[in-house]
């Protein structure tokens, strides 16, 4: 080390111009010595960079397109019927409106057939953004007697532009393929691909005859100057009970902006978590390097340097090289997200290519520096106060390691970590809780490794030298074992989580969906020809089982005592679970309690009843409103208010992919207003058959009528369910790696005191397969113990991940979670003699000269 000041100045302490000289002149232009810290600041400050700047753009394009992703500034939606001439008066008075609806429909050519979303538009449409078609044209409403067409119906039915097509009973030509559609993220999910056609078509299909299921969306541009969200207001009072629902512009896909709010802060709290993992990892490399520098440290204490002038100069070392690793973290961060934005451009509003979010990469920055402060501060601090006799005997008198005077930084560092994470946090209970869980997790895993070296200090002494060997150096004075339970305790808990999780979800899928969901789904079957339906089925696939269901929209007005019930539209938000309230619902009846419903409370209807209108309602639903039986339920069926009394309450099979409705009525509330059925078939299921016959009978039966086939939909689903358990581990992969860095930091922070015992264990005779068995027994102790332990702390949390998250069952395959932490544990003993190896071709007298 070579000292730029003389040793008097040192006398008066240094300033920190004088330190940062000496810092920079004893700092490696590699960061030799402290790049474990460069390494764990780079995983965790790239991780919540990626994910900030991710969130942050797809939010961003959320606002800025949301008149151009809503396709207005408003838009009204409304069920089985289209809005009335005093609601489109109103919505005229304050700018151009542009009416359409949403039918899902069957469209053929030929022998194929296949479902798709009807987008009936007006010549208004788009009133915001461009529709152009695949090959580049910009369009609008196609002509009469026209479709545009998706990509994906086009191949499946092997149609081209001009090319025909039937949809109900008319007839349509391609006009051209779907290419760029503005208002696309706002529409939610459909039951095929778009197809976009005149606004007089489905009239002319007889597909909004009455009864018939489908969805109008009305969207103004306000001209004005009213604000969206007060003519929602004033139309939202003035139409209280016509069943309306209304977007505004600012949130115009509160579905996408839930999922990305949702995740960003479930990943925004995985990379936290590997930050702090990875901060275990930062303490242990920096007291590795402190130990390394320890003769510079006793060289500057002869020689007069202070205490303060110790930590500044190492504080500047530290510092420095913890910057630039956040430096490095963001960069890598930053280039990571063009990957992310080609992946997720197609479902979400973010532009493909490199994110810039000044926001986003200050506040991982800040995560990861003041996590620096929290691990890095107690070992400088503890340098501070080395005597410089003692440091040249503590390889075999260990110093006190005082912790009083870090926890100003500590506290300082922890405080700026909640503030930044709860700050701006969209679930502040969420995020408070995960802070509390880690701290919980953390403050176990100490205790515990304190508690595992107090007793390998207690029990009685093995007569194997080996054991008794490992067990001393668990127990020995400078042990590193709390660092390395805690390392341990970290990664294994990761590789248990991830695997109970994965194998829990493959294990519902697997269970619930061949077994209950159905092969098909009619909609739109007109009440006469059931006869027909069952007749047909049965001579194609004998041995199917139909059941039909009345299908109406309405939507809940009020709710509770007569007396005095609660108006929905009064409530400025909705209890939390309460979705149901949310608009129009499903609405059905019958005379028997729907197959996978269980009755929890009161009675059911007798079959023909005629008196009071009654329902019965989920009891989820009943205990978040706190209703009873005899309460009432008011309701908007095509614009018309009508009451029903509580009768009972039910317990319903969600897991089931029949018909689950909240509400079902007693036949006499419903069965007058105009309506549809619903249908579902369920083949044998020992029956193996081609279901293209029946698909294409069943299209030329009912024309008007829309069959979806649900293996598709299961493909979609399970693929959408592959692609969140693929982010969930390539998220939680950054935890694991900083997992392994913390495992790696804490041989790291031991690797003087064992290259000590080493070598006088090779001056006295022990050979290196005796020393190999000795690290491998040690290692081997803790692992199994630990394993233990992560098996019950990894299982409870993805008990909780998969209950309370997900609300599936928990299934775990057991076999492949010990598998895996028996992987986990093979990989912690395979660290452990790599870092040993090189330690055994040390040479004992080179080495004894050394300490």
């Known amino acids: 080390m070579v000292l730029s000041h003389d040793p008097a100045s040192l006398m008066n302490g240094l300033n920190w111009t004088a330190a940062w000289r000496i810092a920079r002149?004893?700092?490696?232009?590699?960061?030799?010595?402290?790049?474990?810290?460069?390494?764990?600041?780079?995983?965790?400050?790239g991780a919540l960079a990626a994910i900030g700047s991710l969130t942050g753009a797809i939010r961003s394009e959320l606002v800025?397109?949301?008149?151009?992703?809503?396709?207005?500034?408003?838009?009204?939606?409304?069920?089985?019927?289209?809005?009335?001439?005093?609601?489109?008066?109103?919505?005229?008075?304050?700018?151009?409106?542009?009416?359409?609806?949403?039918?899902?429909?069957?469209?053929?050519?030929?022998?194929?057939?296949?479902?798709?979303?009807?987008?009936?538009?007006?010549?208004?449409?788009?009133?915001?953004?461009?529709?152009?078609?695949?090959?580049?044209r910009e369009a609008a409403a196609p002509p009469s007697g026209t479709t545009w067409l998706s990509k994906d119906t086009s191949e499946r039915l092997n149609l081209t532009t001009g090319d025909r097509l039937k949809v109900g009973s008319v007839s349509l030509t391609v006009g051209?393929?779907?290419?760029?559609?503005?208002?696309?993220?706002?529409?939610?999910?459909?039951?095929?691909?778009?197809?976009?056609?005149?606004?007089?078509?489905?009239?002319?299909?007889?597909?909004?005859?009455?009864?018939?299921?489908?969805?109008?969306?009305?969207?103004?541009?306000?001209?004005?100057?009213?604000?969206?969200?007060?003519?929602?207001?004033?139309?939202?009072?003035?139409?209280?009970?016509?069943?309306?629902?209304?977007?505004?512009?600012?949130?115009?896909?509160?579905?996408?902006?839930?999922?990305?709010?949702q995740m960003g802060e479930f990943l925004t709290l995985v990379g936290l978590a590997a930050l702090v993992i990875a901060g275990i990892g930062i303490g242990g490399g920096v007291s590795s390097y402190l130990e390394a520098r320890r003769s510079s440290i006793a060289t500057l204490k002869i020689l007069g340097a202070t205490s303060r002038d110790i930590a500044r100069i190492y504080a500047l070392q530290v510092g420095v090289a913890a910057l630039t690793g956040a430096v490095i973290g963001l960069i890598a961060g930053m280039l990571v997200t063009p990957l992310l934005t080609q992946a997720l451009s197609a479902v979400l509003p973010v532009k493909s290519g490199l994110l810039f979010d000044p926001v986003a990469l200050l506040?991982?920055?800040?995560?990861?520096?003041?996590?620096?402060?929290?691990?890095?501060?107690?070992?400088?601090?503890?340098?501070?106060?080395?005597?410089?006799?003692?440091?040249?005997?503590?390889?075999?008198?260990?110093?006190?390691?005082?912790?009083?005077?870090?926890?100003?930084?500590?506290?300082?560092?922890?405080?700026?970590?909640?503030?930044?994470?709860?700050?701006?946090?969209?679930?502040?209970?969420?995020?408070?809780?995960?802070?509390?869980?880690?701290?919980?997790?953390?403050?176990?895993?100490?205790?515990?490794?304190?508690?595992?070296?107090?007793?390998?200090?207690?029990?009685?002494?093995?007569?194997?030298?080996?054991?008794r060997a490992a067990l001393a150096n668990i127990h020995r004075p400078g042990a590193s074992t709390p660092a390395l339970v805690t390392a341990l305790g970290f990664g294994l808990s990761a590789f248990v989580l991830l695997a109970a999780v994965q194998t829990s979800l493959d294990a519902n899928i697997a269970r619930t969906v061949p077994a209950q969901a159905p092969d098909y789904f009619m909609l739109d079957l007109p009440r006469d020809k059931v006869a027909e339906l069952t007749q047909m089925v049965e001579s194609e696939v004998p041995g199917t089982t139909i059941r039909t269901v009345p299908t109406?929209?309405?939507?809940?007005?009020?709710?509770?005592?007569?007396?005095?019930?609660?108006?929905?539209?009064?409530?400025?938000?909705?209890?939390?679970?309460?979705?149901?309230?949310?608009?129009?619902?499903?609405?059905?009846?019958?005379?028997?309690?729907?197959?996978?419903?269980?009755?929890?409370?009161?009675?059911?209807?007798?079959?023909n009843y005629a008196g009071e209108p009654l329902v019965s309602v989920d009891e989820e639903l009943a205990g978040i409103l706190d209703l009873k039986p005899g309460d009432i339920i008011r309701y908007s069926l095509l614009g018309t208010e009508r009451q029903a009394r509580i009768a009972n309450f039910r317990?319903?099979?969600?897991?089931?992919?029949?018909?689950?409705?909240?509400?079902?009525?007693?036949?006499?509330?419903?069965?007058?207003?105009?309506?549809?059925?619903?249908?579902?078939?369920?083949?044998?299921?020992?029956?193996?058959?081609?279901?293209?016959?029946?698909?294409?009978?069943?299209?030329?039966?009912?024309?008007?009528?829309?069959?979806?086939?649900?293996?598709?939909?299961?493909?979609?689903?399970?693929?959408?369910?592959?692609?969140?358990?693929?982010?969930?581990?390539?998220?939680?992969?950054?935890?694991?790696?900083?997992?392994?860095?913390?495992?790696?930091?804490?041989?790291?922070?031991?690797?003087?005191?064992?290259?000590?015992?080493?070598?006088?264990?090779?001056v006295l005779g022990a050979s290196r397969r005796?020393?190999?068995?000795?690290?491998?027994?040690?290692?081997?102790?803790?692992?199994?113990?630990?394993?233990?332990?992560?098996?019950?702390?990894?299982?409870?949390?993805?008990?909780?991940?998969?209950?309370?998250?997900?609300?599936?069952?928990?299934?775990?395959?057991?076999?492949?979670v010990l598998a895996v932490l028996g992987s986990g544990v093979a990989l912690v003993l395979a660290f452990a003699l790599g870092t040993s190896l090189p330690l055994l071709r040390s040479k004992p007298a080179q080495a004894l000269r050394s300490l």
């Not at 009020?558 to 499903?586: D, F, K, N, Q």
Request: one cysteine or more; a negative charge; proline letters at 7%.
């Open 363 to 467: 506040r991982a920055a800040a995560f990861g520096m003041l996590v620096a402060l929290i691990f890095a501060a107690p070992p400088i601090l503890r340098a501070r106060h080395y005597p410089a006799m003692a440091l040249m005997r503590e390889r075999v008198a260990p110093l006190t390691r005082a912790w009083r005077p870090a926890i100003i930084p500590v506290a300082f560092g922890l405080a700026g970590i909640v503030a930044l994470a709860l700050i701006g946090s969209p679930q502040m209970l969420l995020s408070g809780g995960f802070l509390l869980g880690a701290a919980a997790l953390l403050g176990l895993l100490a205790v515990l490794g304190r508690a595992i070296r107090s007793l390998a200090a207690r029990l009685p002494r093995p007569k194997s030298p080996v054991l």
């Open 25 to 45: 002149r004893d700092l490696h232009r590699r960061f030799r010595g402290l790049r474990l810290l460069l390494v764990c600041l780079l995983l965790g400050v």
């Open 64 to 136: 800025s397109q949301g008149q151009e992703i809503l396709g207005g500034d408003l838009q009204v939606e409304v069920w089985q019927r289209p809005l009335r001439e005093a609601e489109i008066a109103f919505l005229e008075r304050h700018g151009t409106v542009s009416r359409g609806f949403r039918i899902p429909a069957m469209v053929t050519a030929g022998d194929l057939a296949a479902p798709v979303e009807m987008k009936a538009v007006d010549r208004n449409w788009p009133l915001y953004g461009v529709f152009i078609l695949q090959d580049g």
């Open 651 to 762: 317990r319903i099979d969600w897991e089931s992919m029949g018909f689950n409705n909240v509400f079902v009525f007693s036949p006499n509330a419903l069965e007058d207003a105009p309506h549809n059925l619903a249908a579902t078939l369920d083949f044998p299921p020992e029956e193996t058959h081609d279901s293209g016959p029946l698909l294409r009978k069943l299209v030329a039966a009912f024309p008007a009528s829309s069959v979806i086939e649900v293996g598709p939909l299961l493909e979609e689903a399970r693929t959408i369910l592959d692609q969140v358990g693929m982010a969930i581990l390539a998220a939680a992969s950054v935890a694991v790696l900083a997992g392994i860095a913390v495992l790696l930091g804490a041989l790291a922070a031991a690797r003087a005191a064992r290259r000590y015992d080493t070598v006088i264990l090779r």
């Open 770 to 816: 005796q020393l190999i068995l000795m690290q491998l027994t040690e290692f081997g102790l803790l692992a199994v113990i630990l394993g233990l332990v992560a098996l019950a702390l990894g299982s409870a949390m993805g008990w909780l991940v998969i209950t309370q998250l997900f609300g599936f069952d928990w299934l775990p395959d057991w076999p492949r």
């Open 552 to 607: 109406l929209r309405g939507a809940i007005l009020a709710y509770g005592p007569e007396s005095h019930p609660t108006l929905v539209s009064e409530l400025e938000e909705l209890p939390e679970g309460a979705w149901a309230l949310r608009g129009e619902r499903g609405l059905t009846y019958s005379a028997d309690i729907p197959p996978g419903n269980v009755l929890t409370e009161g009675k059911w209807w007798p079959e």
């Open 176 to 261: 051209g393929i779907i290419g760029s559609e503005p208002d696309r993220l706002s529409e939610g999910f459909s039951l095929g691909p778009t197809m976009i056609v005149s606004i007089d078509t489905p009239e002319a299909a007889g597909l909004t005859a009455p009864g018939a299921f489908y969805e109008t969306k009305t969207r103004l541009r306000i001209e004005d100057g009213t604000s969206a969200q007060a003519l929602q207001e004033n139309a939202a009072q003035r139409f209280a009970n016509e069943g309306l629902e209304f977007k505004t512009s600012d949130r115009a896909s509160p579905g996408a902006e839930r999922f990305v709010s």
